[in-house]
């Protein structure tokens, strides 16, 4: 089924205001700064676009309008006072709904805990406090973060703004959405098997997934103990930069190992790519891949090398090794029955309150055998230091986000299982990657490259990403939606059997 949004415009701004400059991080700070921009302008702007399109696109489970609009006129009184927080003062941002937010609820897209209202914030909601950002909202997402299409039985579908009936990536789909719908100025994702970077490549923005234990996740739901991170989901890479560093600053645990006080991510992106040395991966890289994805990457691979890379091919036998149904099912399923399992079982009238989805993960993780679960976990830090050695002669990794075209949102099975091909084994090997918009298939819809790094080295593929997008100026396309619902019922069939907002 083709596009519903062909030739249909997003509803301009209010012409001849402030909120024209709506569009990144780093121009609305710019624009509060030089007076020409108020937090609070900015902010019901966005939550004004929110109301005009989130009957179309369902992106939320809460809008935080009331405290959203209070806060952003305490950053002004802030600033008038005196008091800059720094880069994210007053910027809009909103959460997926598997991270704790204080007095506001967090379901984990659940009915299960649809009525759950945290006592505190998130170390992640704290740190992003502290700098200044103002939340908008909880965004919507897969239900307990089990599944990638961005469909959920109980909140309603997340639909993808480039088409509304293409999938947007899952399960941190409606943070991804409200960045490219422009609901927001950035948002934070979680990502097991590709969560962060799946609906970033769907939705033509930035997704970046930090070193595994580079950001702390106290505070949000796990969808499992050893695979999860959290991180920005942005549209510009600069943007990525400015939340991370809020990300990595110190709470009251001492700072991590990767990260001394003061360290500032963004200060290497403008040093441009010559002789960074960029490789895919034989036997990897281009495996079952679509032709259109694999001809944006070919097209991707040149404009690096034009700016400067040395583009090489390498060999990664691991992760030919690594099979991703297999870490699918033997490591975070089994996790996910031990973190949920639990409660699901001794949970009453459990098939009203748990979607399909999650009893068919959760049947499938109880299945595995220990045995099998403690085997791939002890051979995993041989697997990492073997990995690892391959940055020995490059400096970064390249493949697709995703080995197709945004599917239909009513694909089966077998699609969704598709999309962990790219991105699961680095999630175990528990390095970063980034998601950057590189081009788009027929019918305009979003493709996106992944850039993997070693440890630590989330600068790096910043400013990889940063360099390629000044050249290519990919990210600044935006999705044809108009505010005015494209089809009658989308985004509207579970709305009367929602909890107030």
Not at 270 to 298: H, K, P, Q, W, Y
């Amino acid at each position: 089924m083709g596009s519903l949004s062909t030739n249909v415009g997003i509803p301009p701004l209010p012409s001849g205001g402030p909120a024209q400059l709506v569009g990144s991080i780093s121009a609305a700070a710019r624009a509060i700064r030089q007076k020409a921009l108020t937090c609070e302008e900015l902010v019901v702007n966005c939550l004004d676009r929110i109301e005009a399109l989130e009957p179309t696109l369902n992106a939320f489970i809460t809008i935080t309008r009331d405290e959203a609009i209070a806060t952003a006129r305490k950053r002004d009184q802030e600033l008038r006072g005196g008091r800059d927080r720094g880069p994210l003062h007053g910027i809009p941002i909103v959460y997926k709904d598997n991270i704790k937010t204080a007095a506001v609820r967090t379901t984990v897209g659940s009915r299960f805990l649809g009525d759950n209202v945290p006592a505190e914030d998130a170390a992640i909601v704290r740190r992003l406090n502290d700098a200044g950002s103002v939340m908008l909202g909880k965004s919507n997402m897969s239900e307990f973060a089990s599944g990638s299409s961005g469909s959920n039985p109980f909140y309603g579908d997340v639909h993808n703004p480039w088409d509304l009936h293409r999938s947007p990536g899952g399960s941190s789909s409606g943070t991804g959405v409200a960045v490219s719908a422009g609901f927001c100025l950035a948002g934070i994702g979680t990502d097991s098997g590709g969560s962060i970077r799946q609906p970033a490549s769907r939705l033509n923005i930035f997704g970046l997934r930090p070193t595994l234990g580079r950001v702390d996740l106290t505070g949000v739901y796990p969808r499992t103990r050893t695979l999860g991170a959290a991180g920005p989901m942005t549209s510009t890479a600069w943007d990525a930069a400015i939340v991370l560093n809020a990300l990595l600053g110190t709470d009251a645990a001492p700072a991590n190992r990767w990260d001394p006080l003061g360290r500032d991510v963004a200060r290497e992106l403008e040093l441009g790519i010559r002789g960074v040395r960029v490789a895919t991966i034989a036997d990897f890289s281009f495996e079952n891949v679509e032709s259109e994805v694999e001809a944006a990457l070919l097209k991707a691979i040149d404009c690096l090398a034009n700016l400067g890379a040395q583009i090489q091919v390498v060999q990664v036998p691991v992760l030919t090794q690594l099979d991703y149904d297999s870490l699918f099912a033997n490591v975070l399923l089994y996790e996910f029955n031990e973190i949920l399992g639990p409660e699901y079982r001794s949970a009453p009238k459990r098939s009203e309150l748990f979607g399909p989805a999650v009893q068919r993960d959760i049947e499938r993780g109880v299945n595995v055998p220990r045995a099998t679960y403690e085997r791939i976990i002890r051979e995993r830090p041989d697997q990492v230091d073997e990995f690892k050695r391959v940055f020995e002669h490059v400096d970064v990794l390249l493949t697709p986000t995703l080995p197709n075209v945004p599917p239909l949102q009513s694909s089966g099975p077998e699609v969704w299982a598709r999309g962990r091909q790219f991105n699961l084994p680095f999630s175990f090997l528990g390095v970063p990657a980034i998601s950057v918009p590189c081009g788009f298939a027929a019918g305009s819809l979003p493709l996106g490259m992944q850039l993997i790094a070693n440890h630590g080295q989330e600068e790096l593929l910043l400013r990889v990403a940063a360099a390629f997008d000044s050249i290519t100026g990919l990210s600044s396309r935006r999705p044809p939606l108009s505010a005015r619902p494209a089809t009658a019922g989308i985004g509207e069939s579970f709305r009367s059997t929602l909890p107030a907002q």
